[in-house]
Nanobody, 123 residues
Framework: EVQLVESGGGLVQPGGSLRLSCVASGFDISSFSMGWFRQVPGKEREGIAGLTSQSSLIHYDDSVKGRFNISRDNTKNTLYLQMNNLKSDDTAMYYC????????????????WGQGTQVTVSS
């Protein structure tokens, strides 16, 4: 069974940092493009960061560029998102996604999804 499990979310003050992790099971992520999405109630899920199977291509949404860093450890079947200088606008449910096709990943087409981890940025 393909499974993605996110962790690392929580409550943090503006300007703080969090590191999200996504552990995959049931498949080998080394053949998949991986990414992070986020969603707030009433809005569509948006792709904020993604990278190809061997990290040769990395994409960030402008809203997180320079503050977030996506990385992966294929030996641990794990994806990470280091989030720095967090803002209140970063408050959302964060989802991990996997897709064998890079061109589909950040469009959200045929992604495998995790259950999400909540990030709340508030003083």
């Amino acid at each position: 069974e393909v499974q993605l499990v996110e962790s690392g979310g929580g409550l943090v003050q503006p300007g703080g940092s969090l590191r999200l992790s996504c552990v995959a099971s049931g498949f080998d992520i080394s053949s998949f493009s991986m990414g992070w999405f986020r969603q707030v109630p009433g809005k569509e899920r948006e792709g904020i960061a993604g990278l190809t199977s061997q990290s040769s291509l990395i994409h960030y949404d402008d809203s997180v560029k320079g503050r977030f860093n996506i990385s992966r450890d294929n030996t641990k079947n794990t994806l990470y998102l280091q989030m720095n200088n967090l803002k209140s606008d970063d408050t959302a449910m964060y989802y991990c996604a996997a897709n064998p096709r890079w061109s589909f990943l950040l469009r959200g087409v045929d992604n495998n999804w995790g259950q999400g981890t909540q990030v709340t940025v508030s003083s």
